[in-house]
């Protein structure tokens, strides 16, 4: 069965400083994978995905990035926090196809001082 | 751009009663829609998958309806259950990869 591992699951960390979140999937070949944020009182915001290694779609402009350095893993980075950058992270795959169920990670949370 | 919404934002309940979530989307045009499950800091659990062409689908004490036309879906819980208790979002799919469109939520409290 196909699993999914997202670490670590709560880190602080101050302004400034760098972040690497990294997600990893087991169990399934080739899969899209996604980095999601759900800020306080908000929802989930869609920051980039990828249909393949080294392929990165970003949604939307901001002070993160990511990489996809193997089949199955996919790396959320940050040279440089800002407080705006807190929240919870989610990580989620799905097999190639745009009608399959999507699978979430436990999440990771950041909270920036 | 596509823009998810979910009423009400909050419910509570007590144990025992039927209850319905509402989601609406602005842009017809999707793929699928699916209800997700969200328990205090935790991920998301996938609950139902409607494929557009598709106008509910039930799994257990959970309905889950699709209206494409009117841009709209519901979620029904039958015999609501302490373990109930969680954030239910909806997300619509617009197709190729590039992933959901998630609405805010109903944090739902069902009391014992």
């Known amino acids: 069965s196909q699993t999914i591992h997202q670490w670590p699951a709560t880190l602080v960390q101050p302004v400034g400083s760098p972040l690497s979140l990294e997600c990893t999937v087991e169990?399934?070949?080739?899969?899209?994978l996604y980095w999601y944020r759900q800020a306080a009182g908000r929802g989930l915001q869609l920051l980039f995905y990828?249909?393949?290694?080294?392929?990165i779609s970003s949604e939307v402009p901001q002070n993160l990035s990511a990489s996809r350095p193997q089949d199955r893993q996919f790396i959320l980075s940050s040279k440089k926090l800002l407080l705006s950058d807190s929240g919870f992270y989610l990580c989620?795959?799905?097999?190639?196809?745009?009608?399959?169920?999507?699978?979430f990670g436990e999440g990771s949370w950041l909270t920036v001082v | 751009k596509q823009e998810v919404t979910q009423i009400p934002a909050a419910l509570s309940v007590p144990e025992g009663e039927n209850l319905v979530l509402n989601c609406s989307f602005t842009?017809?045009?999707?793929?699928?829609l699916q209800w997700f499950r969200q328990d205090p800091g935790k991920g998301l659990t996938s609950l139902l998958l409607?494929?557009?062409?598709?106008r509910e689908q039930t799994s257990g004490r959970l309905n889950a309806s699709l209206d494409k036309s009117s841009g709209r879906s519901t979620l029904y819980i039958a015999a609501s259950q302490p373990g109930d208790s969680a954030t239910y979002l909806c997300?619509?799919?617009?197709?190729?990869?590039?992933?959901?469109?998630f609405g805010k939520g109903t944090h739902l409290i069902i009391q014992p």
């Open positions: 989620a795959w799905r097999s190639q196809g745009a009608r399959n169920t999507i699978y």
């Open positions: 842009d017809s045009a999707i793929y699928n």
């Open positions: 169990g399934t070949s080739n899969p899209n």
């Open positions: 997300a619509v799919e617009r197709g190729g990869a590039d992933g959901l469109t």
């Open positions: 409607i494929q557009s062409s598709q």
């Open positions: 990828s249909v393949g290694i080294g392929q």
